[in-house]
């Protein structure tokens, strides 16, 4: 889920196990949806998307889930690699107005070798 | 084609001392984002610059400022430093303004003694 504080909540997973990393929104009226990797010391990088005519998208090895009931939204990595290690959070917004977005302080994502 | 590059990589100032911060986009991205990242807040939008002109501004002090250059080139100025500008400073490039997809730098990490 997405942080509290300043210590942002972690992940362990085994190398090889499925993550699904969570994130809840607050904007009803959000309609387009992002999911960033951001590795130590680098920025951010565009993982997948979704817009709010769908509820699944699917990409390489990752998958994102938008409950826009419940304003949930959740990524999911198969077969997690040491690779994936670092921190993922959600942006949400109206459009691509990114002056408007609320991105999300993330999660850490741990893989175990 | 070669990232977005910011630069400097690192900085240390003192309160009150005011700083430059410079990105370069990609080449031939025309709209460039300033964004303040911090643990507990996550990314927060500074402003976005196409065709040298500021397109959009968060909602941050008049301190907080921002240019571009013909070229593309953005810089951000920071002036009366205070301690609560610690952050990672990050810039984002995309090909034309309100684009969906945003490529960011490795950001500058500030620190304000």
């Known amino acids: 889920g997405e942080s509290v504080g300043l210590h942002l909540p972690t992940l362990s997973v085994q190398e090889g196990d499925n993550s699904i990393i969570n994130c809840a929104y607050s904007?009803?009226?959000?309609?387009?949806f992002i999911w960033y990797k951001q590795e130590s010391g680098k920025g951010p990088q565009f993982i997948i998307d979704?817009?709010?005519?769908?509820d699944k998208r699917q990409g390489q090895r990752v998958t994102v889930l938008l409950n826009k009931t419940v304003k949930h939204l959740s990524l999911q990595i198969a077969a997690t690699q040491p690779g994936d290690s670092a921190v993922y959070f959600c942006?949400?917004?109206?459009?691509?107005?990114?002056?408007?977005?609320?991105f999300g302080s993330g999660t850490k994502l741990n893989v175990k070798p | 084609k070669a990232g977005v590059t910011q630069t400097p990589r690192y900085l240390i100032k003192t309160r009150g001392q005011q700083v430059t911060l410079s990105c370069s986009p990609i080449s031939g991205h025309r709209s460039v984002s300033w964004y303040q990242q911090t643990p507990g807040q996550g990314l927060q939008f500074l402003f976005e610059?196409?065709?040298?002109?500021?397109?959009n501004k968060g909602n941050f002090p008049g301190r907080f400022s921002g240019r571009q250059f013909s070229n593309s080139r953005s810089e951000m100025n920071v002036s009366t430093l205070e301690l609560g500008d610690s952050a990672l400073y990050l810039c984002a490039s995309s090909l034309e303004a309100g684009a969906k997809t945003q490529y960011f730098g490795p950001g500058t990490r500030l620190l304000v003694l």
């Open positions: 904007n009803s009226a959000s309609d387009y």
């Open positions: 942006a949400e917004g109206e459009g691509y107005n990114f002056n408007k977005f609320y």
């Open positions: 979704i817009r709010s005519n769908m």
């Open positions: 610059y196409f065709s040298e002109t500021q397109r």
